[in-house]
Nanobody, 119 residues
Framework: QVQLVESGGDLVQTGGSLRLSCAAS????????RGWYRQAPGKQRELVAT???????NYADSVKGRFTISRDDAKNTVYLQMNALKPEDTAVYYC?????????????WGQGTQVTVSS
């Protein structure tokens, strides 16, 4: 089992910055990819950014150039630095970890942290 705990969500004005953190505990063996997803009211959960164990990153087009994902393996923590925030970034942000065992992939989720960007 893997436990994920997010922190760092807050209310911020348009153009502001926030850094989200996701601390992991438990059996991290075979965790290949970690990432952030978000879900706005009335919308489906969507990918924001991911980072592999090798440091390869992937971003949603809507956040490219504004958000940066990084990881500190010594702390089992993944970060999401969010700059130039917009009202449309308002959502609950969820931390994710993917475990690959053979052909099977397992998803672990945190409880979510609220990010609200005021206009």
């Amino acid at each position: 089992q893997v436990q994920l705990v997010e922190s760092g969500g807050d209310l911020v004005q348009t153009g502001g910055s926030l850094r989200l953190s996701c601390a992991a505990s438990g059996n991290m063996f075979d965790i290949n990819t970690r990432g952030w997803y978000r879900q706005a009211p009335g919308k489906q959960r969507e990918l924001v950014a991911t980072i592999t164990r090798y440091g390869n990153t992937n971003y949603a087009d809507s956040v490219k150039g504004r958000f940066t994902i990084s990881r500190d393996d010594a702390k089992n923590t993944v970060y999401l630095q969010m700059n130039a925030l917009k009202p449309e970034d308002t959502a609950v942000y969820y931390c994710n970890a993917k475990k690959q065992i053979g052909i099977y992939e397992y998803d672990y989720w945190g409880q979510g942290t609220q990010v609200t960007v005021s206009s």
